[in-house]
Structure formats: structure tokens, C-alpha cells
């Protein structure tokens, strides 16, 4: 059974940073390319960043460019986003998603979804 757990989402305060981390159990991590999406109320969930299988190549949305970064530790199973200079608009729920296919795919293609955790930035 796939399992992707997101954790370490909290409330901060606009320009501070975070750090969230998805750990998956139950496939071929260091297989699969990784992405962090997210989604705020009433909103449609976008594309953060991915990361493909070997750490080599990654890719993120105009909005977090030179603020996020996206990382991953295959010998822990673990894909990290680091988020610094939180904006108000950043607030949302992060969700990781693993990808088998080797290349960069739109969010339907992506194969397994965790349940996301919750990143509140305040004023």
C-alpha cells in the first residue's frame, strides 16, 4: 500500500520560512519524480515544484521561483520544500505526489497523493 505523509505545516508570520517534508512508504521512491502542490480555499490546487527521481533536474511555478526549494533524500524516502520570504498568499494546504513516469507530466498524471498538510502565513 502507497502511503505519502505530509508534515510540518504550521502558522507563521509573512517573510518567515518553513519547511514541509512528505515521506512514502510502499513504492520505488527513489524511482519516481516528486511534486509539491498546493490549494487555498476556494482555489484550484496548482503546481509548486518537482523534483525528478535522482535530484538532477527540478522545476517550480513563476510564484515561488527564488524563494522555494525543493529537495529529496532517497535513502529516507523523504522530498522536502523549503519555503522562505512566506507570503499571505502562500497560505494554502501543501500535498506531495509521486510520478512513475520518468518525465514531467501535468497534475492528472501524477500516480499517488498524500493527504497534504496544512501552511497558514499571517500578517
Known amino acids: 500500500q502507497v502511503q505519502l505523509v505530509e508534515s510540518g505545516g504550521g502558522l507563521v508570520q509573512a517573510g518567515a520560512s518553513l519547511k514541509v517534508s512528505c515521506v512514502a512508504s510502499?513504492?520505488?521512491?527513489?524511482?519516481?519524480?516528486m511534486g509539491w502542490f498546493r490549494q487555498a480555499p476556494g482555489k484550484k490546487r496548482q503546481f509548486v515544484a518537482g523534483?525528478?527521481?535522482?535530484?538532477?533536474?527540478?522545476n517550480y511555478a513563476d510564484s515561488v521561483k527564488g524563494r522555494f526549494t525543493i529537495s529529496r533524500d532517497n535513502a529516507k524516502n523523504t522530498v522536502y520544500l523549503q519555503m522562505n520570504s512566506l507570503k499571505l498568499e502562500d497560505t494554502a494546504v501543501y500535498t506531495c505526489?509521486?510520478?512513475?513516469?520518468?518525465?514531467?507530466?501535468?497534475?492528472?498524471?501524477?500516480?499517488?497523493w498524500g493527504q497534504g498538510t496544512q501552511v497558514t502565513v499571517s500578517s
Open positions: 523534483i525528478t527521481w535522482s535530484g538532477g533536474s527540478t
Open positions: 505526489a509521486a510520478d512513475s513516469s520518468g518525465r514531467w507530466v501535468p497534475e492528472d498524471g501524477y500516480d499517488y
Open positions: 510502499g513504492l520505488p521512491f527513489s524511482s519516481y519524480t
